[in-house]
């Protein structure tokens, strides 16, 4: 069934967007990230422009996030005071990365270093969890239990404050820096940022796996919900009917994955979430390496 | 003095110009797109009206235009710099037609002379104009042949030669297949009657492709009322999220 979409101005089969959002939303409960990172680029390769991808994906994190979180909030997975804290964070990051990507758009290659940033950032964390979840899957093999509360430099910052859902009594700094970090990260890459936040929470802050993933999805709506408006009000490119499409089988996918995850070791969900972010990091290496079929492409001209 | 030369030059073009005349009929002259769009096919047929019998010498041709909206397009080249393949030369073309066909009743090239072509700008290189690229792009041209291939690949530019059928060199019936992914706006139509490589009859018209229906209702609203419509897509995803959560934990029980 082809649906024509208003915004996007492209005709689309409906069953194919509604099984790509049920796919990325069983990976988006599982994991407690956004899934932006597979869905844009898949949506760019069906042919949806990518301003309007970029933006609609935005609303449909929101969908499934709120889905998913409250699936979290039930089991009582959310630390709302580190989430608030990263939230806070968040903001002020996004709002700083809007710009940095407008001055990049004026200098032109914006393309170019969003793609550059997907591989970096993919392949870096993807490396990392891959190597420690294996690392870890190893010493439960061996019969030790996996040490996880060390002491480092971070215990030393001010401002402490008590997170009872993760058992931790740390500084407030270092959940502020990641929220930033992760804001401005989200705002270049048009994601969520699901899938740098919950590495930085488990590694640089020691949550324990299981409260991240609701952690992250709390303040991923958020975030996600401020792109959407931005989005929808400066650039107009919010696709309404692409975006219900896309989340009504995402958020059928996020109560599947929720229910999955519970069903499963922390090692092996991280493992899992290291191997998709590596193959999707390798994609889009492959796209930059490799000579491209058609060398030329149209753009909108810049008006003036 | 410069009236009478005027009345003179009309005296003088008159007969060739009233020579032969198109009557046009189309299936649709509005496309309305809906949900469910999913492309379009126009019928295009009509009749060669004249005064005289059939003139002699070289048989009537017919061809057939229809241009959606131009627009100005950057055509990007990539090359290989530092080990990864980036875009580096772009060119604007400055008047691009969104959709093109191209629908002739012969070979377009044997019933349409170069010099008829370019006043009439018909062929689809024709309907293409670029005003010139920056000074250091050596070969400005396969950026414009790009633009061309690019868009023939996908359907929104045809050249569809001896599709039109013309019987008696009086009546004559051709159909132009418009893709899903249309832009809205007026479609102009254009049909040329040629003899002999000479274009010796043309008719305008308009096909207006417009959003009907929701289709219509939002694009209006998106742009008319941004954040009515933001507002509007956030609590659907909302409402969406929490639907969903709250069937699964009726599933449960």
Redesign the interface.
């Known amino acids: 069934m082809q649906v024509y979409l208003p915004i996007a101005e492209v005709s689309v089969n409906a069953f194919l967007l509604l099984g790509l959002g049920g796919l990325v939303g069983i990976l988006s409960g599982m994991f407690g990230v956004g899934g932006g990172f597979l869905m844009t680029p898949l949506l760019f390769f069906i042919g949806i422009p990518p301003a309007v991808a970029v933006a609609t994906e935005a609303n449909q994190i929101v969908a499934s996030s709120f889905s998913g979180v409250l699936a979290h909030f039930k089991r009582k997975t959310v630390d709302l005071r580190m989430g608030t804290v990263l939230l806070i964070g968040g903001l002020v990051g996004a709002a700083l990365g809007v710009m940095v990507f407008n001055y990049l758009k004026a200098q032109g290659q914006v393309d170019l270093l969003v793609k550059l940033c997907y591989v970096v950032f993919l392949g870096v964390i993807g490396a990392l969890m891959f190597i420690e979840s294996l690392n870890a899957i190893r010493k439960i093999k061996k019969g030790k239990l996996p040490a996880r509360k060390k002491h480092n430099w971070i215990h030393g910052l001010p401002f402490k404050m008590r997170f009872r859902v993760s058992g931790l009594y740390i500084s407030v700094i270092p959940p502020l820096i990641v929220g930033v970090l992760v804001g401005i990260l989200a705002a270049i890459m048009g994601v969520g940022g699901g899938f740098i936040m919950v590495p930085a929470m488990i590694y640089l802050l020691g949550m324990p796996t299981k409260v991240v993933v609701g952690t992250s999805l709390f303040q991923i709506i958020f975030v996600t919900g401020f792109t959407t408006m931005l989005h929808a009000t400066t650039n107009f490119t919010v696709d309404i009917v692409l975006a219900v499409l896309l989340l009504v089988g995402g958020v059928i996918g996020a109560q599947i994955g929720t229910r999955i995850g519970v069903l499963m070791r922390a090692e092996q969900l991280r493992i899992l979430l290291a191997m998709i972010v590596l193959l999707v990091c390798g994609k889009l290496a492959l796209e930059l390496l490799l000579q491209p079929a058609e060398l030329y492409s149209i753009g909108a001209a810049s008006g003036h | 003095m410069r009236f009478l030369s005027a009345l003179l030059l009309l005296l003088l073009a008159l007969p060739v110009a009233a020579k032969e005349e198109v009557v046009l009929g189309l299936s649709q002259n509005e496309v309305s ?7 379009s096919e126009i019928l295009i047929f009509g009749a060669v009206k004249r005064e005289d019998a059939i003139p002699e010498g070289p048989e009537l041709e017919v061809i057939v235009t229809v241009a959606g909206p131009s ?10 710099r530092f ?5 580096t030369d772009g060119v ?3 008047r691009a037609p969104s959709f093109y066909a191209v629908t002739t009743s012969g070979p377009l090239s044997e019933i349409l002379s170069n010099v008829e072509d370019q006043r009439h700008r018909i062929s689809i290189p024709n309907a293409i104009r670029s005003v010139g690229a920056p000074q250091h792009i050596v070969n400005a041209a ?2 414009t042949d ?2 061309i ?3 023939l690949n996908s359907d929104l530019y045809q050249l569809n030669e001896g599709e039109v059928t013309i019987e008696e060199q009086t009546l004559f019936r051709t159909s132009v297949a418009l893709p ?5 706006g007026g479609y102009l139509t254009r049909i040329f009657l040629t003899r002999g490589g000479e274009v010796v009859a043309e008719y305008e018209t308009i096909i207006d492709v417009r ?1 009907a229906g ?3 209702w ?2 209006t609203l ?2 008319e009322n ?2 009515l ?6 609590a ?3 409402a ?6 709250a069937i ?2 009726l599933l449960r029980r």
């Open positions: 797109i809906t949900t469910n769009f999913d492309g627009k100005s397009v950057m055509v990007r080249r990539k090359e290989k080990g990864i393949w980036i875009n604007e073309v400055d396969s950026f790009a633009l291939r690019i868009r899903s992914a249309l832009t809205e959003k929701m289709e219509r939002l694009f998106s742009r941004a954040f419509y933001g507002l509007m897509s956030l659907i995803a909302i969406a999220g929490w639907g969903a959560s699964f934990s």
